[in-house]
């Protein structure tokens, strides 16, 4: 089966879909930045926490195949349908949006696709039973290619076709996970495991046959589609009512209702494929065929002016791993209001709450984008305590992916360049790049491990590998000397993990030896998802003159000559401070460190520094100074505990 399409393993048998098997979620993000944000996409979906599915066995049980043929003869029984497409339409209420949702599906295995328009936003996403693809918010289409995304539509496409009705169950492993009852409810739950797709459970109503809901992980959470209100069309019985929760609580829920259901007598593989849409909504001033800008590079975070509708320019962080978003407080100053409610993830186990908006234009230097969607997000209001800056807002995906975009972290300079007239002569080595919903992604290994590494400048730490990928290589048990501390706070909250000088890391062609390297330690978020990939952060990047080009899937890296500052070092101190009013307070302590040593407890505030009030110094060149300064330099604090202020020197030594 390996060596054969999608396509013809569903052209084997197939069978009208007996359920709707849309999805919308949120797209999570990623990284340790406190900047980040996400984008809605098609793919319905409804959300139960473990807390949630409080269930027990029961004594009655069948076999899989036994669930299966039921499901199909309640679902179906003889109106098969072997050729054309259904196509389905629905109304959509949710996160405090309202709008509508189109999607088609072949029944001969093509492929399908998902769209929408949800308040001021439009989007899709399609599979032509080989590709997987996305059109985002702001009408971008990227191939998708890295993480969990094709995993994910095989599966949508295994239940499209219900292959598992197929005397071969569509070459899926299948296993029965018992009876189970909610209520007065009682379901058979399988576990399915489609051949290139992803395990899930499939829950049947036990009384009906019917399918009521599906448990799928989707990149960091775990999304459970449910159906109800079945009815039948043409003699199949398909569900007119989902119900989707992202996890986070009964105000997020969103609801899609079934408006009109067709079957299409005939269908195209082109019916899915990527659209081909050409943009015209970037300039460069002037008629240039490029613009450059400087950019201040703090935490090892890129920061620039930006303008929005053409007002005062706002200090942005840039993040490939991130989107178009803005404060409250800078929306707010220039009217732009936010509807809905959605929600965030990224580095840290927890959730963030955001808002959708339009803005007429984001310009930097002579490059402008107009009419795009935005972001409006709270977590802004957290910048200076936990990175000394004040920004009010992000550039992310949808600048990078129209223009092609040189950040010259030598120069300090970024550079967006007209993709018509782009050389890339001397650009460095050119990498094959993948997407990850909008992150870019690069194949790579790390100690001779092939692995997957998302190119994030938004992320302060030079290489993060995650949670399972550490566990599956077996990579804590052979680290040596490390030290477990905070590593980054994230729109999920603080980010913990080992922080080692690692092994070899590999970048398409290109050799990093023993970088400063995190074995992520979250118990959520990206950094514990076995579906996202390792993060390569601006400690790696700064290395280089990094060349995005999204249009042609490329990156360039070209080294920088000569010293590099502030290379691979890690704090010498053992602690984690953030800004706090006049101070800078202490949140974290490794063990056996220098600042435990000391007497240092979370909580307290450093209100001088070698002489200096904390009011006087900035956050972030107090945390350089502190990995930076040489080992055995004595860091002199003033430090309140509670009412007692007391004076406490430290002497700074390596770690590991």
């Known amino acids: 089966m390996s060596s054969e399409s999608w396509s013809s393993l569903l052209a084997v048998d197939n069978s009208v879909g007996a359920y709707i098997k849309l999805r919308i979620l949120t797209y999570p993000v990623y990284g340790a930045c406190v900047m980040k944000t996400n984008i809605m996409r098609v793919a319905f979906c409804f959300v139960i926490t473990a807390s949630a599915l409080a269930f027990q066995a029961v004594a009655v049980q069948a076999s899989p195949a036994d669930v299966l043929d039921a499901n199909r003869h309640a679902a179906v029984g003889k109106a098969w349908i072997r050729d054309g497409a259904i196509i389905l339409d629905y109304s959509y209420s949710g996160q405090g949006l309202t709008g509508a949702v189109h999607t088609q599906y072949d029944l001969s295995g093509l492929g399908f696709k998902d769209s929408y328009e949800i308040g001021s936003t439009t989007g899709a996403n399609g599979f032509d039973g080989t590709n997987a693809w996305q059109e985002d918010q702001s009408g971008v289409v990227s191939k998708q290619q890295a993480g969990d995304i094709l995993s994910l539509e095989f599966n949508e496409a295994y239940r499209d076709a219900n292959l598992w009705w197929l005397p071969g169950r569509g070459a899926a492993r299948i296993k029965d996970q018992g009876p189970r009852t909610e209520g007065e409810l009682t379901f058979d739950v399988l576990h399915v495991s489609p051949q290139r797709g992803k395990p899930f459970e499939a829950w049947f109503d036990a009384k009906s046959h019917l399918l009521a809901r599906t448990v799928e992980v989707q990149g960091s959470q775990i999304i459970t589609t449910s159906f109800s209100d079945y009815a039948p069309v043409d003699g199949m019985q398909i569900a007119h009512t989902l119900t989707i929760d992202d996890g986070t609580g009964?105000?997020?829920?969103?609801?899609?209702?079934?408006?009109?259901?067709?079957?299409?007598?005939?269908?195209?593989?082109?019916?899915?494929?990527?659209?081909?849409?050409?943009?015209?909504?970037?300039?460069?001033?002037?008629?240039?065929?490029?613009?450059?800008?400087?950019?201040?590079?703090?935490?090892?975070?890129?920061?620039?002016?930006?303008?929005?509708?053409?007002?005062?320019?706002?200090?942005?962080?840039?993040?490939?791993?991130?989107?178009?978003?803005?404060?409250?407080?800078?929306?707010?100053?220039?009217?732009?209001?936010?509807?809905?409610?959605?929600?965030?993830?990224?580095?840290?186990?927890?959730?963030?709450?955001?808002?959708?908006?339009?803005?007429?234009?984001?310009?930097?230097?002579?490059?402008?984008?107009?009419?795009?969607?935005?972001?409006?997000?709270?977590?802004?209001?957290?910048?200076?305590?936990?990175?000394?800056?004040?920004?009010?807002?992000?550039?992310?995906?949808?600048?990078?992916?129209?223009?092609?975009?040189?950040?010259?972290?030598?120069?300090?300079?970024?550079?967006?360049?007209?993709?018509?007239?782009?050389?890339?002569?001397?650009?460095?080595?050119?990498?094959?790049?993948?997407?990850?919903?909008?992150?870019?992604?690069?194949?790579?290994?790390?100690?001779?491990?092939?692995?997957?590494?998302?190119?994030?400048?938004?992320?302060?730490?030079?290489?993060m590998l995650t949670g399972p990928f550490v566990a599956q290589h077996n990579l804590r048990t052979k680290a040596t000397r490390g030290v477990e501390s905070l590593v980054g706070i994230g729109v999920g909250g603080p980010s913990f993990g080992f922080v080692t000088h690692g092994g070899v890391l590999k970048i398409g062609d290109v050799m990093v030896d023993a970088p400063l390297t995190i074995f992520n330690l979250d118990k959520g978020g990206s950094g514990a998802a076995d579906a996202f990939p390792n993060n390569i952060g601006a400690g790696i990047l700064k290395r280089f003159i990094v060349t995005l080009d999204y249009g042609n899937y490329l990156i360039y890296l070209k080294p920088i000559p000569g010293l590099i500052a502030d290379l691979d070092t890690f704090d010498r101190s053992g602690m984690w401070i953030n800004g706090d009013g006049d101070g800078f307070k202490i949140l974290y302590i490794s063990a056996g460190t220098p600042a435990e040593q000391a007497g240092l407890k979370p909580g307290d505030l450093i209100v001088g520094v070698n002489g200096k009030p904390a009011a006087e110094l900035r956050l972030f060149d107090v945390r350089q100074q502190l990995r930076d300064d040489p080992p055995g330099t004595v860091i002199k604090l003033e430090v309140k505990s509670g009412s007692e202020t007391r004076d406490i020197s430290i002497a700074l030594r390596d770690l590991f």
């Open 250 to 463: 009964p105000e997020n829920r969103q609801t899609q209702i079934l408006t009109t259901a067709r079957v299409s007598p005939s269908s195209l593989k082109s019916s899915y494929a990527a659209p081909s849409i050409s943009l015209h909504d970037s300039t460069i001033a002037g008629s240039a065929t490029e613009t450059s800008a400087p950019f201040q590079l703090i935490n090892n975070h890129i920061y620039a002016d930006v303008s929005v509708n053409g007002a005062k320019p706002e200090l942005f962080i840039f993040d490939t791993g991130g989107h178009a978003s803005l404060s409250t407080t800078l929306a707010a100053s220039l009217n732009i209001s936010a509807t809905g409610r959605q929600e965030m993830t990224g580095g840290g186990a927890g959730f963030s709450q955001t808002g959708v908006a339009q803005v007429a234009s984001l310009s930097i230097g002579a490059a402008t984008i107009t009419n795009q969607p935005v972001t409006v997000a709270g977590f802004f209001a957290a910048a200076p305590s936990v990175e000394g800056v004040n920004a009010q807002g992000m550039l992310g995906y949808e600048f990078f992916a129209r223009f092609v975009t040189r950040i010259d972290y030598g120069a300090r300079t970024i550079t967006f360049i007209d993709p018509k007239h782009f050389v890339p002569t001397d650009a460095g080595v050119a990498i094959p790049l993948l997407f990850f919903n909008q992150m870019p992604v690069v194949n790579g290994s790390y100690n001779g491990i092939s692995a997957q590494f998302h190119i994030d400048t938004g992320a302060r730490m030079p290489l």
